[in-house]
């Protein structure tokens, strides 16, 4: 099946301190999304991006669909304890219709 | 809150057994999708449908079923339990069913395989 990479898997890092992650693909993509599950939860969206290139905030959270459209990225500024979660990247590859597939995840902790 | 409901929210059965989940979708949404998360696999897409037809299917079993109503809410069928399939399973909706349509999450039934 598809595999949509995300790196890094895990994060470890101090309230106040700004957080990269990223998510490739050797697919491309007309679509992609961010989303953010706490334990036991849904995945809750926070972003979505419809264009390659397209650069899109919410809140401290910012995103970019890459220019490939095989690649998307996801900042976050000024982290906080509650930013604390597993995030995932999700999209349905060109070649497959509406068929969703989610990252591998990045798991991030906030130390107060 | 997405407005994605699921039922039950915990589900406790033995292997063998047969169990039916849940969703209804936010008001509005046409298509429904069922996902399995488990620990060692991450989310995995299982079935798509939209206005009551089937459009996707994913890494779904054959002991798995899944069914949408003339109302819209959905449920998945799961029988002849195994211990693996122990894991949580969300639904998620949304309008249409274009690759462009973002899907909301339930807040998934964990299902527990004894």
Redesign the interface.
Known sequence: ?QQLNQSPQSMFIQEGEDVSMNCTSSSIF??W?W?KQDP??????LI?L?KAGELTSNGRLTAQFGITRKDSFLNISASIPSDVGIY?C???P?N??????????TSLTVIP | D?G?TQTPKHLITATGQRVTLRCSPRSGDL?V?W?QQSLDQ????LI?YYNGEE??K??ILERFSAQQFPDLHSELNLSSLELGDSA?Y?C?SSVA????????????T?LTVL
Do not use: C
Request: glycine fraction near 20%.
């Open positions: 099946g007309n679509t999304l989303y036991g939860e849904g995945p809750v969206l979505a419809y995932f999700a999209g349905p060109t497959t219709g509406n068929q969703f597939y989610f990252g591998t995840g | 997405s994605v298509s999708y996902y991450g989310l995995q897409f798509h459009r996707a994913g890494n949580l969300f998620a069913s274009g690759d462009s349509d973002t899907q909301y999450f339930g807040p998934g964990r």
